[in-house]
């Protein structure tokens, strides 16, 4: 399966440090703990977690915006982590991200036109007529109207702006697309429309997709595969089905279980736990499992041994000491 | 908050000694330029020239010139100029920065009322006539150049009119606190309004901006879901806001001004403050006084940026943990 | 909470609220006749898109609609008097006294120069006379109630001290400081993670019995007002278009918008392979269309949505489409439409 991964992630750190309010410390925070994963082609790897979790931080390190501190990325079997900006360079058209907010991550002086080609500008793809061309093609596909072109980024919705960034994503026909909060700031009825602009995409240009959102049913509903983040590390991976139906991690349990329903069928309403108190500090990590103070069923031990991500059934791996719904999980997997 | 204060200080410490430095490299230590010959001034004898070469150990390797340098400057105070030879720098820059003192003091306090007073009540008054009447009023007093303003009281208070409504205003010059507190007074008053017209206008118009945003603010209207007084929300919220950024301009204002800047005003109304000093050294090319002056100048406005970022870190407590 | 409970005499009573803004594009009405009333006990939602008007619907009747430009018409009657109009002397004591606001963002929120403490005695103080230390230990208790961990030492705390989640609970600690008959929360939140979300949600509720007073809660999230709510309000375009019971408004909803506005929720328990939209942009409030504001986008427009439609229904369940109730209950059956 090694050929199919595109992208691949080992053990990533990431650590901003800052100062220290006594004279001459420095805080280290731990923003990616140890991360690894893998993306394979034609996929989408949702993340989730809250915020604050790191997911910004992890997306940056893979598209090779941000430095990592240890850890190697690999794109199709290529290091990309210690190369030069020039030897990146080529790599660079291949994967995309995309911003959460519409309205700042679009230059308010220049044209959508603009804003759009600039990136087969600087790659120097074609006359200016040819990327005129396709600016126009690029706006048709992501459903905005091409005589629209001319205008600037205030002039839009903010759907349209988020069609013009991944407008702008795709400019380059990039193998990957990692998608940081892409409808977080859009009204439901709107960020429907950009996830199955999304989704129409990834059928038609073969895409891959890393999606990062703190929404558990936006995730459910783009992803192949799912992980959740808690504190800059992977709690739980699985496929979007079983992770949803068996929550393997108590954290994955209770960011399900708080998700607000519509009670319009019948089906009773899944036991709400909520989980008190406030994602950890980087800065100041909690000893043994990160998520053991606010565990609705830490015990001593998690205090004081970190729980490995360890695989308990294909396609199923948690960090956690005492898995939940392992009897189910086992059922259901049981080899056909 | 302790050591945000200590961290601070050190800091402007160590710019000091920076500026020391560079003054006295571009001074003294520029290649091609004898430095003998710029210390003694246009004109010196050989004697001269020889005994300055000695005293400074310009012979000598660099950092032991920069120390004697500064040993006389602040240790044995005893720099003298050679150009009006005899005069001691130190004692002179001494004398003359009570007159500045005094002058940037007094009109700051006028330029803060004012201008606090008419920004808020501009930002009270949005959209009504007395806005952009105090805004009118506050560009005029920034566009008006301060010597001639300066000039233009004297000939009212001197000239014109000074043998009838303002006869009670003293010739130019000054009177120390010390001698008589009424004298003083009486000649600062007009140099005070002169100074204090620019900032005011400048005051005015910069509150009356921070002001309006702030009311703009989420916590404004949080304060008026309260309940709470619109007087209350002025001041006690917005104002109080808005104040960080006009202390922060306060104190780079006010160090610049005692560090000379209040040049233009001295010599109009013949004060001999630490401007005049600084602007009649230069046309003597009286290098180490230009170099005191300096040096006093860089201090006062690295010591006013390092007293407003702890104002500012104490009236901003976000401030505080960076 | 049951239904039973609710005291159905209404402790807010809005009628034809019109809030207007002249623009140099011309008159913005975002707000175009509302009503809606809200019983004692009772939990309000409000929801529709951003853009809708909801913010300014609920602060044009606090007059916290201040822009010069802003024409407000209409009655609101809390507690019987009408407070539409009122000046802001006479709004005193109501504002934080007998309603309470909870608002959007809690990062700017609060003053940032003052402790979390100060701001609330100022508040107790304003309302209530107590003395400084008595207003004090009631902050102190507030925050406690609301959740806040170590209140006696977080009460001298700067508002960028706190996480997002513990701000959002010092300003509920806010509103409720005086014991307020209607607490008003505008998107409480949007700007929160769902952990906190439901932290947050559930905190209001619980309070709300404890202090007997009304909510409305103004949301874009259907999911939240199904968790909140026992009555909701939908608008479009500043008008409402559909108003009912919750459980009623999630299972038989009647208007094309409600429709649209459920079906986009990405669900938890069924993979979908496509999101049911509502194609197109919401529309300006600077033209509005003479008749069905939803018009433009809806699925079913015929000749008579030209004209305006009235909120129609029985008692409890209201709203404004042209289409007839055998309709809109066949539609919403037919396979596309059923979830
Ligand atoms: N440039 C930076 N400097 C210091 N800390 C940072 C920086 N960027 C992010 N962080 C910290 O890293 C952590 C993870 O942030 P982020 O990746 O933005 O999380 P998310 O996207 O999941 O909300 C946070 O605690 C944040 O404060
Ligand atoms: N001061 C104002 N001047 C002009 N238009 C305004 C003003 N305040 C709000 N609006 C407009 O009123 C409409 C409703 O806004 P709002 O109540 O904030 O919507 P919601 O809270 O439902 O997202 C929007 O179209 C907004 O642009
Ligand atoms: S390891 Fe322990 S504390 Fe951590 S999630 Fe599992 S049960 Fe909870
Ligand atoms: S009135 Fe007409 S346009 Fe409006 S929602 Fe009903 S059917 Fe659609
Ligand atoms: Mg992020
Ligand atoms: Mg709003």
Same mark, same amino acid.
């Given at each position: ?12 750190v990431?650590t901003?440090?800052s100062?220290?309010?006594?004279? *001459?410390?420095?805080i280290v ?13 034609g996929e $989408? ?8 979790c790191?997911?910004?931080t992890?997306a940056?390190?893979l ?7 240890? *850890? ?6 290529t $290091? ?7 030897r990146?360079?080529?790599?660079r058209r ?22 759009v080609?600039?990136?087969?500008r ?9 990327i005129?061309?396709r600016v126009r093609e690029?706006?048709?596909?992501v459903?905005?109207d091409a ?9 839009f919705?903010? *759907?349209q702006r ?7 994503s795709l ?7 990692i998608a940081?909060e ?14 199955n ?7 038609e ?17 783009v992803?192949?595969r ?6 800059g ?34 089906? =009773? ?7 008190t108190?406030?994602?950890p ?8 499992c ?14 004081v ?8 059934? %294909?396609?199923?791996q948690?960090?956690?000491?005492? %898995? ?13 | ?5 200590v961290?601070?200080?050190a ?19 520029t290649?091609?330029?004898?430095? +003998?010959?710029?210390i ?7 004697q001269?020239l020889?005994?300055v070469?000695k005293?400074?150990?310009?012979n ?12 006389? /400057? ?5 720099? $003298?100029?050679?150009?009006n030879i005899?005069?001691?720098?130190v ?5 003359a920065a ?9 009109a700051?306090?006028?330029w ?9 009540v ?21 566009s008006?150049?301060a010597y ?5 009281m ?10 009838s409504?303002?006869? !009670?205003?003293? =010739? ?10 009424s ?6 008053l ?13 005051y +005015? ?5 921070e ?5 703009n ?21 917005a ?7 006009i202390v922060?301009?306060?104190?780079l204002d006010?160090?610049a001004?005692?560090?000379? +800047?209040?040049?233009l005003t001295?010599?109009?109304?013949g004060?001999?403050?630490?401007g005049?000093?600084t602007y009649?050294s230069? &046309?003597?090319?009286?290098l ?5 002056c300096?040096m006093?100048g860089?201090?006062f ?9 702890v ?11 960076a | ?10 402790l ?6 019109k ?8 008159v913005?009405?975002?707000?175009d ?10 939990i ?5 898109e951003s853009?809708?008007g ?6 044009s009747?606090l ?5 010069k430009?802003?024409?407000i018409t209409?009655?609101v009657?809390?507690?019987d ?13 109501i ?10 963002d ?5 003053t =940032?120069?003052?402790?979390?403490? !100060?701001q609330l005695v100022?508040q ?7 003395t ?19 209140p006696?030492?977080?009460?001298d705390?700067f ?8 701000? &959002?609970?010092?300003?509920i600690a ?7 008959? /209607?607490?008003?929360?505008?998107e ?12 947050? /949600? ?10 007997d ?12 007002i199904?968790?909140?709510a026992n009555?909701?309000v ?8 559909e108003?009912?019971p919750?459980?009623?408004?999630v ?45 433009p ?5 015929m ?5 305006r439609? =009235?909120?129609r ?6 709203d404004a489409c042209?289409l007839s ?8 059956r037919? %396979?596309e439409?059923?979830?």
């Amino acid at each position: 399966m090694s050929d199919d991964v595109v992208l691949q992630a080992t053990d990533v750190v990431k650590t901003f440090s800052s100062r220290g309010k006594k004279l *001459g410390t420095r805080i280290v925070s731990r923003a990616v703990n140890g991360v690894s994963l893998e993306v394979r082609r034609g996929e $989408t790897l949702g993340i989730v977690g809250e915020s604050g979790c790191g997911k910004s931080t992890l997306a940056r390190c893979l598209v090779q915006l941000l430095p990592v501190t240890s *850890g190697t990325v690999a794109f199709e079997g290529t $290091t990309l982590t210690g190369l030069s900006r020039r030897r990146l360079r080529p790599f660079r058209r291949q994967f995309q991200l995309v911003f959460q907010d519409p309205y700042a991550s679009l230059n308010p002086r220049r044209t959508v036109g603009d804003i759009v080609s600039e990136p087969m500008r600087i790659n120097h793809l074609g006359s200016s007529l040819q990327i005129a061309e396709r600016v126009r093609e690029l706006f048709t596909t992501v459903g905005l109207d091409a005589g629209a072109i001319n205008r600037y980024p205030h002039e839009f919705s903010g *759907g349209q702006r988020q069609r013009i960034g991944i407008a702008r994503s795709l400019s380059l026909n990039p193998t990957l697309v990692i998608a940081d909060e892409p409808v977080s700031a859009l009204d439901v009825s709107i960020q429907a429309q950009v996830l199955n602009l999304m989704a129409d995409l990834q059928q038609e240009f073969n895409l891959t997709y890393v999606f990062i959102a703190h929404d558990l049913g936006v995730v459910r509903h783009v992803s192949n595969r799912v992980g959740v983040m808690y504190l800059g590390e992977f709690v739980e991976f699985g496929d979007v089905g079983s992770l949803y139906e068996t929550p393997l991690h108590p954290y994955t349990e209770a960011l399900l279980s708080v998700v607000p329903e519509l009670n319009d069928t019948d089906a =009773p309403r899944r036991e709400r736990i909520i989980i008190t108190g406030d994602v950890p500090d980087p800065a100041d990590r909690p000893s043994g499992c990160p998520f053991h103070p606010r565990c609705p069923v830490a015990t001593e031990f998690c205090r004081v041994e970190k729980p490995m991500l360890v695989t308990i059934s %294909p396609g199923r791996q948690v960090a956690c000491h005492y %898995p939940r719904n392992l009897a189910a999980v086992n059922a259901t997997t049981t080899p056909a | 908050m302790f050591y945000f204060i200590v961290r601070r200080f050190a800091s402007a410490i160590l710019v000091l000694f920076a500026i020391s430095v560079t003054v006295f490299l571009i001074f003294f230590a520029t290649p091609g330029v004898d430095p +003998a010959a710029r210390i003694a001034g246009r004109s010196a004898s050989p004697q001269i020239l020889a005994q300055v070469a000695k005293e400074f150990g310009l012979n000598r390797p660099l950092p032991i010139r920069y120390l004697l340098m500064m040993e006389h /400057l602040f240790i044995k105070q005893d720099l $003298t100029s050679y150009v009006n030879i005899g005069d001691r720098v130190v004692p002179q820059i001494t004398q003359a920065a009570p007159v500045t003192l005094s002058l940037v003091i007094g009109a700051a306090v006028i330029w803060l009322i004012v201008g606090v007073l008419g920004g808020v009540v501009a930002a009270a008054n949005q959209g009504k006539f007395i806005d952009p009447f105090i805004m009118f009023i506050g560009i005029a007093a920034v566009s008006v150049p301060a010597y001639w303003l300066g000039e233009v009281m004297n000939l009212l208070t001197q000239s014109k009119f000074h043998t009838s409504i303002f006869s !009670w205003v003293p =010739p130019p010059g000054y009177v120390s606190f010390t001698t008589s507190p009424s004298q003083w007074f009486l000649h600062l008053l007009f140099p005070w309004l002169t100074l204090a017209a620019l900032y005011a206008g400048i005051y +005015a118009r910069v509150l009356r901006a921070e002001l309006v945003n702030a009311l703009n603010e989420d916590y404004i209207r949080t304060a008026r879901a309260k309940g709470l007084s619109e007087r209350r929300i002025l001041f006690r919220h917005a104002l109080r806001c808005s104040l960080i950024s006009i202390v922060s301009l306060f104190g780079l204002d006010f160090g610049a001004l005692i560090g000379g +800047a209040a040049l233009l005003t001295e010599v109009v109304f013949g004060l001999p403050g630490v401007g005049l000093l600084t602007y009649t050294s230069l &046309q003597n090319l009286d290098l180490p006084v230009i170099m005191g002056c300096v040096m006093y100048g860089a201090f006062f406005v690295v010591l006013a940026n390092a007293v407003v970022d702890v104002l500012y870190a104490y009236l901003d407590p976000r401030v505080r943990l960076a | 909470m049951p239904e039973a409970t609710i005291d159905r005499t209404p402790l807010l009573r809005v009628r034809d609220l019109k809030v207007s803004f002249a623009t140099r594009q011309g008159v913005l009405r975002a707000v175009d006749g509302l009503s809606f009333d809200v019983g004692q006990k009772e939990i309000v939602g409000i929801v529709g898109e951003s853009g809708s008007g909801k913010s300014v619907a609920i602060y044009s009747m606090l007059g916290l609609v201040r822009e010069k430009n802003a024409t407000i018409t209409g009655s609101v009657l809390f507690e019987d008097r009408e407070i539409l109009g009122l000046s802001d002397k006479e709004l005193q004591p109501i504002r934080g006294g007998s309603i309470g606001m909870i608002f959007q963002d809690p990062m700017t929120a609060l003053t =940032p120069v003052y402790t979390v403490g !100060w701001q609330l005695v100022e508040q107790i103080r304003q309302h209530l006379h107590l003395t400084k230390a008595a207003a004090r230990s009631r902050a102190i208790e507030l925050l406690g109630q609301v959740g806040i961990p170590d209140p006696k030492s977080r009460v001298d705390r700067f508002p960028h001290e706190f996480s997002g989640g513990m701000r &959002q609970r010092v300003v509920i600690a806010m509103a409720l400081s005086c014991n307020p008959r /209607l607490l008003i929360a505008d998107e409480p939140t949007t700007a929160l993670d769902v952990t906190t979300q439901a932290q947050i /949600l559930d905190l209001m509720v619980t309070l709300q019995d404890t202090y007997d007073s009304s909510i409305v809660i103004i949301t874009h999230d259907m999911g939240v007002i199904a968790e909140m709510a026992n009555r909701v309000v939908v608008m479009y375009a500043g008008r409402p278009v559909e108003i009912a019971p919750e459980l009623e408004l999630v299972r038989h909803p009647r208007h094309p918008y409600t429709w649209g506005l459920l079906d986009a929720v990405p669900r938890l328990n069924v993979a979908h392979e496509r999101l049911r939209t509502i194609r197109g942009n919401a529309v300006s409030p600077l033209n509005l269309p003479p008749g069905c504001a939803f018009a433009p986008r809806c699925d079913y427009v015929m000749q008579k949505c030209a004209e305006r439609p =009235p909120l129609r229904g029985e008692n409890d369940h209201v709203d404004a489409c042209w289409l007839s109730d055998a309709q809109k209950v066949t539609i919403r059956r037919t %396979p596309e439409h059923s979830t």
